[in-house]
């Protein structure tokens, strides 16, 4: 970590195989390399360079050697997979955190060092502060704050458990009473139930790591239908790894449905938000992830009866309308209705047949009449009686003497036959 008023290497000269023009320092190359000492001197001057800072984490490990005026602490990140070495004086522990146990968190004032002779950075603290639990609950609703905030504990992504899970994933203490609920209850409910259980820590500094590890593999195995997680109850301080912010989002995370069974009813880690179902107890657990095995067959056993009761029901209604049926006169009697239709045919046909006939002989004699018409209008029957249509050669009939002119060609149309003509002027 730099401070703001101070520049990364990287900053200084993009590209570190150059020296800096600026800079007077020697630098080294190939040809003159810096020896290990240099190299831990500059190491331990960069990290001197963080000064005094607070830092929070959780105790993994206390080592007081009897007689020494040195203790030394292991912190860890209780999100995380690292650690760090502190050493503080008994007097500056005892006064600050005089019971401080493995598990515990803590915030300390603390300079980093690093030890050229071992290659080993660590913290030397001058103040350690024990977490009380007021704090731890004022943290804790903070982060339920922020995780509610982004969606984590929404309703509508919650998803439904499997009616019967092919197999059920477990995460719970070694041999704990939780997990002999777990199993007692649900095989009690389903004989057949098959489980895959992982064992982790379920309090210490360990058990985030080893509840998320056991997490992703039970979320990776495709028979894993639902999941649950499983401990029995304990303090503010045993239950702090279920509200773990890394857990907490590698359950929202996670692929399977997860069921959530932490303590007793009353207590309510961060993670029973998260999860898709919060379970009051690990019996309640195992009562929700598989059903029961007597209550579904009475409940088979009822709608079977109920089924045969509907059945039968139907079936005497369905005979009783086929009686009704049968005792009516178009299936007592079918020939009959087949018989009135046949006649009600006959007569349609014959009233057909007179209406057709009828409209011919009508049809016959308007025929006639127009064709009669037709021979009187026609010039034809005129030329039949002597007269004959006269025209020019391009088609126009001539109607007047006026309208032809000596030497014009007449074409003269008889009743039979045509004639070509010429005119000539008569004196």
């Not at 339920?144 to 984590?152: H, I, S, T, V």
């Not at 959530?260 to 880690?269: C, M, R, V, Y």
Request: proline share 7%; aromatic share 4%.
């Amino acid at each position: 970590m730099t401070q703001p008023d101070q520049k990364t290497p990287d900053s200084r000269n993009p590209d570190p195989r150059n020296p800096d023009p600026r800079s007077s320092e020697p630098k080294s190359t190939a040809d003159e390399p810096w020896p290990v000492r240099v190299v831990s001197q500059k190491i331990g001057a960069w990290v001197a360079k963080l000064g005094w800072v607070w830092v929070d984490g959780q105790v993994a490990q206390i080592s007081r050697r009897p007689g020494a005026s040195v203790v030394f602490l292991t912190l860890r990140d209780p999100a995380a997979d690292l650690s760090l070495t502190v050493t503080t004086h008994r007097d500056v522990l005892d006064a600050g955190a005089p019971e401080l146990a493995e598990g515990a968190r803590v915030t300390l004032h603390a300079k980093p060092e690093f030890y050229p002779a071992r290659g080993s950075l660590s913290l030397r603290a001058d103040e350690i502060r024990q977490v009380g639990l007021g704090e731890l609950l004022a943290r804790l609703e903070r982060l339920k704050r922020l995780l509610a905030a982004e969606g984590l504990f929404a309703r509508e992504r919650k998803r439904r458990l499997p009616f019967l899970p092919r197999r059920v994933g477990l995460i719970t203490g070694r041999a704990s009473a939780a997990e002999r609920d777990v199993l007692m209850n649900a095989r009690r409910r389903w004989p057949s139930v098959d489980f895959r259980v992982v064992n982790v820590a379920v309090q210490g500094p360990t058990a985030v790591t080893q509840i998320i590890d056991a997490l992703a593999v039970l979320d990776d195995d495709p028979t894993i239908d639902v999941i649950v997680l499983a401990r029995g109850g304990g303090g503010v301080e045993d239950l702090l790894p279920f509200s773990d912010e890394a857990l907490c989002r590698a359950v929202f995370a996670a692929r399977t449905p997860v069921v959530s069974a932490i303590g007793h009813e009353t207590d309510a880690p961060l993670v029973d938000y998260v999860a898709d179902v919060r379970a009051s107890t690990p019996t309640d657990a195992a009562k929700r992830v598989v059903p029961d095995l007597a209550e579904e067959t009475r409940l088979l056993e009822h709608a079977r009866h109920r089924l045969d009761r509907a059945i039968g029901t139907m079936l005497d209604r369905e005979a009783q309308r086929l009686q009704a049926w049968r005792s009516r006169p178009a299936l007592a009697r079918p020939e009959a209705l087949v018989d009135q239709r046949a006649g009600d045919v006959a007569a349609l046909r014959d009233r057909a047949a007179r209406c057709v006939d009828h409209r011919l002989r009508r049809a016959d004699d308007e025929l006639r009449h127009t064709l009669a018409r037709l021979r009187a209008l026609s010039p034809a029957a005129t030329m039949q009686r002597g007269y004959a249509i006269v025209q020019r050669t391009d088609g126009h009939v001539v109607r007047a003497a006026a309208e032809v002119h000596p030497d014009d060609l007449l074409r003269v149309r008889l009743a039979e036959g045509e004639l070509q003509a010429s005119v000539r002027e008569t004196r």
